[in-house]
């Protein structure tokens, strides 16, 4: 059975500001990672995980209708930046039947 495919795009922050050891060991065991490392992720490697991706973490999720054509399994977009930003277009993202959750009470 295949995991399910996460992309995880941390940039700007670091994947040890944001991840416990334990907690990325999870990441790992239960999704197919896409990227996952420190610095923004290849757009080549972006597009080609779209089309698969459930979830996005990003620390600057840029969403909008045209990225949710490219990624129709696409129901979660985590933001870990602290912030909402501009860069989604919620309602594309809500009419899609997508989640868009943010970091940023933890961040208080």
């Given at each position: 059975?295949s995991?399910?495919v996460?992309?995880l795009?941390p940039d700007?922050?670091s994947m040890?500001?944001?991840?416990?050891?334990?907690v990325?060991?999870?990441?790992?065991?239960f999704?197919?990672?896409?990227?996952?490392?420190d610095?923004?992720?290849?757009q080549d490697?972006?597009?080609?995980?779209?089309?698969?991706?459930?979830?996005?973490?990003?620390a600057?999720?840029r969403v909008?209708?045209?990225?949710?054509?490219?990624?129709p399994?696409?129901?979660?977009?985590?933001?870990?930046?602290?912030?909402?930003?501009?860069?989604?277009d919620y309602n594309?993202?809500?009419?899609?039947?997508?989640?868009?959750?943010s970091?940023?009470?933890?961040?208080?």
């Amino acid at each position: 059975m295949s995991k399910p495919v996460l992309i995880l795009d941390p940039d700007w922050r670091s994947m040890d500001e944001l991840f416990s050891e334990a907690v990325r060991s999870e990441l790992f065991e239960f999704y197919d990672v896409i990227w996952g490392q420190d610095g923004p992720i290849p757009q080549d490697s972006l597009d080609a995980a779209l089309p698969h991706a459930e979830v996005l973490i990003s620390a600057r999720p840029r969403v909008t209708a045209q990225t949710l054509a490219q990624a129709p399994q696409l129901r979660t977009i985590i933001e870990v930046s602290g912030a909402f930003p501009d860069t989604n277009d919620y309602n594309a993202c809500f009419d899609a039947g997508g989640e868009i959750l943010s970091c940023a009470p933890g961040f208080r």
